[in-house]
């Protein structure tokens, strides 16, 4: 069984930045397509980036191309978000998740492991 620990959220001024790691336990990390998705209460959870096993392709909403990074270190089996330019809309509790061998894409359905999530919150 595959875990997921996440880390880095927190309280950052509109402008600033903060960098999420997701850490996985299983060796099998190269394998994996991973993701990054984000929820605010009463809403459905949103896709943020993603992250591909193969070629490391990665893929990102629109909301935040040109702000935000994902990548990857098979060797220490983590995944990371660098957010830039963060605004008030990108509060939320984000989320990495993770599908091993699959097609990566932007729904919920398509991962197999979550995180427990981390909470970030930025200030006007």
């Known amino acids: 069984q595959e875990q997921l620990v996440e880390s880095g959220g927190g309280l950052v001024q509109a402008g600033g930045s903060l960098r999420l790691s997701c850490v996985a336990s299983?060796?099998?990390?190269?394998?994996?397509?991973m993701a990054w998705f984000r929820q605010t209460p009463g809403k459905e959870r949103e896709f943020v980036a993603v992250i591909r096993w193969s070629k490391g392709a990665t893929f990102y909403a629109d909301s935040v191309k040109g702000r935000f990074t994902i990548s990857r270190d098979n060797t220490k089996r983590t995944t990371s978000l660098q957010m830039n330019n963060l605004k008030p809309e990108d509060t939320a509790a984000y989320y990495c998740a993770a599908d091993h061998d699959g097609v990566g894409g932007r729904s919920e359905k398509d991962y197999e492991w979550w995180g427990q999530g981390t909470q970030v919150i930025v200030s006007s």
């Open positions: 299983q060796s099998t990390f190269s394998s994996y397509n």
